[in-house]
């Protein structure tokens, strides 16, 4: 059943659980995700990036796919806009029926992120929406997410209150796409933004964080894990070892059905080690 990201996160941290939050590129990547939560009775977060939608040259397609699979799941299952500069996009994909956004303010300064992402909290809690945000690294060209930039924890406190957000997006030491799994989380903060902070927490870039990593981020006090770059790997090294293995294939039903299938099983097995299974 569809449900906004808020009914999974708060449950989730109030449990000291974890939520996992998985990309959606192609429809085939939102069936495996949906059939992977189910299997394990599990929700979960779907998410498409801004970037996926500049790939596919629209939002509708994709995402009201995304969410007709949502609500047909056995599973609470939210569907997110995730790192949306673009405040129209959030508007086309509130009306579309997403149930949940993340504005990244996060190249913005502290003033200007916490003004706008106020005025996309207040119109997405008038449409029933959850709000996931960030805080941004002055001059930082990937904002939060930049190797080495961490949150401190009395800003994000303060940035969680003037703004209103339910999500809040933290930098402890993962960035995005890494490819190997070799990053190294800074566990102590992820306590004291816990503390400090009233809000579920999100790691994003959690590719690159390896499984007794992600499980102690979430006994530490991370709750909404985003993983992405990982997911796609189980995909594409499917997709390479079955054409490898039959070059005359020519039906892309034979080579993408395997593929989706390895991504399921992955997500099964992702959302146990987040103990994201109630
Ligand atoms: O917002 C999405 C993520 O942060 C995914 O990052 O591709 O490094 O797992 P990743
Ligand atoms: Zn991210």
New binding site residues.
């Given amino acids: 059943m569809l449900v906004t990201s808020a009914e999974i996160v708060h449950p989730a941290a109030a449990a000291d659980r974890g939520a996992g939050a998985f990309?959606v590129i192609q429809v085939e990547l939102a069936e495996a995700l949906s059939r992977g939560a189910s299997a394990v009775g599990a929700p979960v977060i779907l998410?498409i990036?801004e970037n996926a939608v500049k790939y596919h040259g629209a939002l509708a397609p994709i995402g009201l796919a995304t969410i007709n699979i949502a609500e047909n799941s056995d599973q609470p299952v939210a569907v997110h806009l995730?790192?949306a500069e673009s405040v129209p996009l959030i508007h086309e994909a509130v009306a579309l029926g997403f149930t949940s956004v993340m504005y990244d303010g996060s190249k913005l300064d502290f003033a200007d992120n916490v003004a706008t992402t106020r005025e996309v909290v207040q119109f997405c809690h008038d449409h029933g929406v959850s709000v996931e945000a960030e805080i941004g690294e002055v001059g930082g060209k990937d904002g939060v997410h930049a190797p080495g930039v961490k949150t401190d924890p009395q800003d994000a406190a303060k940035f969680a209150e003037d703004t209103g957000v339910d999500a809040l997006a933290v930098a402890v030491g993962s960035s995005?796409?890494?490819t190997t799994r070799t990053a190294e989380l800074d566990f102590d903060r992820v306590a004291a933004i816990r503390e400090a902070v009233s809000v579920p927490l999100v790691l994003?870039?959690?590719?690159?964080v390896a499984d007794e990593n992600l499980t102690r981020a979430i006994e530490a006090g991370m709750t909404k894990v985003?993983?992405?770059?990982?997911l796609n790997h189980a995909f594409t090294d499917t997709v390479r070892e079955v054409l490898a293995a039959h070059p005359e294939m020519v039906d892309t039903r034979k080579y993408l059905g395997p593929a989706r299938d390895a991504v399921q099983a992955e997500v099964s097995r992702l959302l146990g080690v987040l103990n994201a299974i109630p």
């Fill in positions: 990309n998410q990036s995730d790192h995005h796409a890494m994003h870039g959690s590719s690159g985003n993983i992405s770059t990982h």
